[in-house]
């Protein structure tokens, strides 16, 4: 197993350590940065080759970072994470540079996977495109509607034309998952 050398930025600081400590136990070294400020001093120093960071930040937005740190580390791979995922941002934030998006929650195994399915396909030949799977997509445009509703489920459930009860469940499913 190759080694890396991760920064891990996101202002939750509990869901910062829990990764941190998942990504040590995995052989890497982490350090972890709490804000956009912070982030950009210790990546000077600390020279990442890979980069984890949260969308939405007190200061500045991920989407800012991304831009960032591909001129100051081009080398480097960003994934950008968000608890509030969106098909409109993925898109933004893949074409400032970052390598993948996640939806939170994510673990430590889901960020390894991301990396690595990246790089293989970068070191791959085969230049076929796949459409996100329809679970993910539905999963992500419902991640929208409830983050234009503010949280509020019954009034996302009328938007979506959906029972409260079937949003709910659809919810409680996860990313990804049927």
């Not at 419902?142 to 979506?160: D, F, K, P, T």
Request: aromatic share 6%; proline share 3%.
């Amino acid at each position: 197993m190759t080694q890396h050398r991760f920064l891990i930025i996101d202002d939750d600081k509990t869901f910062c350590a829990a990764l941190a400590a998942a990504l040590k136990r995995r052989g890497h070294e982490v350090l972890v940065a709490h804000s956009v400020s912070d982030a950009l001093e210790e990546a000077l120093v600390w020279k990442p080759d890979r980069i984890v960071t949260d969308l939405r930040m007190p200061e500045e937005d991920g989407l800012s970072l991304i831009r960032r740190f591909n001129e100051d580390f081009p080398h480097a791979a960003i994934i950008v994470l968000t608890g509030y995922g969106s098909i409109a941002t993925a898109v933004e934030a893949v074409k400032l540079g970052a390598v993948q998006y996640l939806t939170k929650p994510v673990s430590a195994d889901d960020v390894l996977r991301a990396f690595d399915e990246t790089s293989s396909v970068a070191s791959s030949d085969e230049s076929t495109e796949q459409a996100p799977p329809l679970d993910l997509v539905e999963w992500e445009h419902l991640q929208r509607v409830l983050q234009q509703c503010e949280g509020n489920i019954s009034e996302a459930a009328r938007r979506l034309q959906l029972h409260r009860r079937t949003l709910q469940r659809k919810l409680s499913r996860g990313r990804g998952n049927r």
